[in-house]
Nanobody, 126 residues
Framework: QVQLVESGGGLAQAGGSLSLSCAAS????????MGWFRQAPGKEREFVAAVSLRPGTRYADSVKGRFTISRDNAKNTVYLQMNSLKPEDTAAYYCAVKTRAWIYFDQSRGEEYDYWGQGTQVTVSS
């Protein structure tokens, strides 16, 4: 079982920046598919960004050019740098990991992931 511990988030003004981190347990972190999702009150969970060896890095259209996902395999950590924040970015952000080997991996589907973090709140004021 893999445990995920998220940190970062908080309150920012529109146009500002925040950074999220997600530390994962497990010995083969470098092989894992990592993703960030978010859920705003009253809305469904939505994909934000993902990174894996295959197929690579992917972003939701709504965050492309503003958010950057990265990973440090030596630290078993994935990051989400969020710039040019907008009030509509306000949500609980969740880190997720796919540990099972795959032939095809749709990074945007939450069902593809095996474990989830507890979530961290991001609030952007206008």
């Amino acid at each position: 079982q893999v445990q995920l511990v998220e940190s970062g988030g908080g309150l920012a003004q529109a146009g500002g920046s925040l950074s999220l981190s997600c530390a994962a347990s497990g010995r083969t972190f470098s092989t894992y598919g990592m993703g960030w999702f978010r859920q705003a009150p009253g809305k469904e969970r939505e994909f934000v960004a993902a990174v894996s060896l295959r197929p690579g890095t992917r972003y939701a259209d709504s965050v492309k050019g503003r958010f950057t996902i990265s990973r440090d395999n030596a630290k078993n950590t994935v990051y989400l740098q969020m710039n040019s924040l907008k009030p509509e970015d306000t949500a609980a952000y969740y880190c997720a990991v796919k540990t099972r080997a795959w032939i095809y991996f749709d990074q945007s589907r939450g069902e593809e992931y095996d474990y989830w973090g507890q979530g961290t709140q991001v609030t952007v004021s206008s």
